[in-house]
């Protein structure tokens, strides 16, 4: 929101003021007046504000995430054929600055393991590429991803690596939209062989 701009009164009282004291200045014989530049010298302008970004296309895609989402999660931890953690969680999602980011608060439900998770997911003009920054109570670093949106499979496409416990750490992140009311979040972690598996798959259903 604008902050509310001056009244019509205040307006007119601030010109007679200033009309008042231009006279009472012009009367007076002894006001300096101020020195002329020397020849030659330019004028400075005062500095131009630059233009707000606003948002585009790619920023107005995030809208479609905006709400309360019940999200059922699956966490694949050990050896293959281990059966994944189960857990249910509620994420809200908002824009804000302006539609051109997209925060998102993710919490576990009681009875689940707590766990507490926030992000921002915003388009880098520049980079031509979506980006994202992740944050969690497992997390001491952020996790940081930058891809592509894919506009015919409606699928939001993200990788990224950090360092943790002094091993780096690869992933691929796909975010896939089923309906209107449905997503399918899915985290692949690369290997030291370089193979990607399945580590967590988030489904997400719009609360109504």
């Not at 012009?26 to 006001?31: G, K, L």
Request: charged share 20%; glycine share 10%; net charge positive.
């Amino acid at each position: 929101m604008h902050p509310r701009g001056p009244s019509r009164r205040g307006l007119l009282a601030t010109a007679a003021t200033a009309l008042l004291a231009a006279g009472l200045n012009a009367a007076t014989p002894d006001t300096p007046k101020p020195a002329a530049p020397p020849d030659g010298a330019a004028i400075q302008e005062a500095p131009q504000t630059p233009g707000i970004p606003k948002p585009t296309t790619e920023h107005g895609r995030m809208a479609r995430a905006e709400g309360v989402w019940d999200a059922s999660v699956e966490v694949s931890i050990g050896p293959p054929g281990t059966p994944p953690q189960l857990s249910k969680a509620v994420e809200t999602n908002r824009l804000c600055c302006g539609g051109l980011w997209l925060v998102s608060e993710f919490k576990s439900n009681p009875g689940s393991a707590p766990f507490e998770g926030h992000g921002i997911t915003g388009y880098e003009s520049e980079k031509k590429k979506y980006v994202s920054t992740w944050i969690d109570s497992d997390l001491t670093s952020p996790m940081v991803s930058e891809g592509l949106y894919d506009a015919a499979g409606i699928t939001l496409t993200l990788r990224g690596s950090m360092t943790s416990k002094g091993k780096t750490l690869q992933w691929r992140s796909v975010e896939a939209w089923k309906s209107d009311d449905t997503r399918q979040f899915t985290m692949f972690m690369r290997g030291p062989n370089g193979k990607e598996t399945p580590s967590l798959n988030v489904t997400y259903t719009r609360r109504k």
